[in-house]
């Protein structure tokens, strides 16, 4: 069992910077691939980034992919999303989740483990 809390959500201006961190429960944490997956209102939740067991791997959405940096702190059971040069189209509740198994995987049904979402919003 793993619980997720994120934090770091909030308010910003498009160009703006945020860094989501997403606190993990349990001694396992390394046991998981991780990744971030965001929602907008009326739309489906949308993969964003993931990251390996180690770090070793990631892997982001075209959408991001410059502009968001996923990292992880296995000895903080931490994961984080360092997000630069915000768009009002980034506006979101954004969630990290877990996979069971080392390597990284990119689909919402592939991950075990949710936390409660953060809620990210870009003003233009």
């Known amino acids: 069992q793993v619980q997720l809390v994120e934090s770091g959500g909030g308010l910003v201006q498009a160009g703006g910077s945020l860094r989501l961190s997403c606190a993990a429960s349990?001694?396992?944490?390394?046991?998981?691939?991780m990744g971030w997956f965001r929602q907008a209102p009326g739309k489906e939740r949308d993969f964003v980034a993931a990251?390996?067991?180690?770090?070793?791997?990631?892997y982001y959405a075209d959408s991001v992919k410059g502009r968001f940096t996923i990292s992880r702190d296995n000895a903080k059971n931490t994961v984080y999303l360092q997000m630069n040069s915000l768009k009002p189209e980034d506006t979101a509740v954004y969630y990290c989740?877990?996979?069971?198994?080392?390597?990284?995987?990119?689909?919402?049904?592939?991950?075990?483990?949710w936390g409660q979402g953060t809620q990210v919003t870009v003003s233009s």
């Open positions: 990251i390996s067991w180690n770090g070793g791997r990631t």
């Open positions: 349990g001694r396992t944490f390394s046991s998981y691939a």
């Open positions: 989740a877990a996979a069971g198994g080392r390597a990284l995987r990119v689909g919402p049904d592939e991950h075990d483990y």
